[in-house]
């Protein structure tokens, strides 16, 4: 079933409706979009579209009235083996996100961030040894 509605290309259209003002609809398609991102096909896809990991990483948000941050912190672990994605991320502040969403006992924060944080020391590792 989950292939099928990737295939009748409605991700992007859910990838849109994390965009809307109204914070229940953003919760929704975020929520559809985690479900969807467990079939591999579907996963690329999201990663093809340029505003997906912008806009998942807006809603990590730790603020009490945005309930869509456990379906954003989903999706985006899903992301992070891209290398790619994982710039985007940390370029949009999703580490300091991560931070917050982690005291927050937040199911996945503390993988994502660790995630973000190894690819982080791994260039700057590299960084030194160059020099």
Known sequence: MKKLVGESRCIPLLI????????E????????????MTLGCNAREVKQDARSVTNLVQLL??????????????????LSSCKK??????SYGAIGYLKKLM???IIGSKKLLETLQRGKFRSLLGKIVLV
Do not use: F, I, W
């Not at 609809?25 to 969807?36: H, K, T, W």
């Open 16 to 23: 849109k409706l994390l965009e809307v003002k109204a914070k």
């Open 25 to 36: 609809v953003r919760e929704v398609a975020a929520q559809a979009l985690a479900s969807l």
């Open 61 to 78: 948000d730790p603020s009490a009235q945005n309930t869509a941050k456990k379906y954003a912190v989903c999706c985006l672990v899903g």
């Open 85 to 90: 994605c994982r710039k985007v991320m940390t």
């Open 103 to 105: 005291e927050m006992d």
